[in-house]
């Protein structure tokens, strides 16, 4: 199975675009273009649809309740949620993710978390009792972009959370299959029966 989530509108990447023109040039060509590259897989792999919401809000759509729930709902297999609880780099605080579940009906990623800070922050014990409260799955980045938290944190503190796998790569198409250390520390640490499973 490979997941493909691009950006949703964020002034990070979108900068010279309105969230409107955005929309109206983008949003459903990608839905549309992803139904497409399920169908002509079929046979070969299984290819699930998603989608990377920055929840610094300011930078998107100001509520998250303003984000097209029911397209996205309809639309896509799972969210990917970035900098959540991560204020420093303009994130939303994780009490988000009661909200986040009771208008997302899919399967949602925290992304390419920084556990340095949020276990500064929060503690990831209380972090991660957040997340299984509400049903949220712990993206495991992998890849040259991605700091490796795990050889400093104890896995046995992901007792109990849904986890993916993810590459997090922007440019180089080599880097979606980077995922060998991910998978290698899960399957030691007894984990890969935690891995997210999208139907």
């Known amino acids: 199975m490979v ?3 691009d950006h949703f509108y964020t002034t990070r990447v979108y900068s010279d675009q309105s969230y409107h023109q955005w929309y109206e040039e983008f949003w459903h060509r990608y839905i549309y273009s992803l139904g497409c590259l399920k169908e002509f897989y079929s046979n070969q792999i299984k290819v699930v649809a998603g989608i990377e919401i920055d929840s610094c809000l300011y930078r998107t759509v100001g509520h998250f309740d303003r984000l097209p729930w029911k397209e996205i709902n309809e ?7 970035e900098y959540v609880g991560e204020v420093s780099a303009g994130g939303a605080p994780p009490d988000c993710l009661a909200l986040i579940r009771k208008l997302c009906s899919l399967p949602v990623i925290i992304a390419h978390p920084d556990l340095d800070y949020l276990h500064r922050k929060y503690t990831l014990p209380r972090f991660f009792q957040m997340m299984k409260e509400s049903e949220i799955a712990l993206e495991i980045p992998s890849g040259r972009r991605n700091t490796w938290f795990w050889t400093r944190y104890d896995c046995s503190l992901l007792e109990g959370l849904k986890l993916s796998i993810g590459s997090d790569t922007h440019s180089d198409i080599e880097e979606v299959c980077n995922i ?19 139907e």
């Open 3 to 5: 997941g493909i989530s």
């Open 75 to 81: 639309g896509l297999d799972y969210v990917l949620i």
């Open 180 to 198: 060998s250390q991910a998978l290698e520390s899960l399957e030691y640490h007894n984990r890969l029966d935690q891995l997210l499973q999208i």
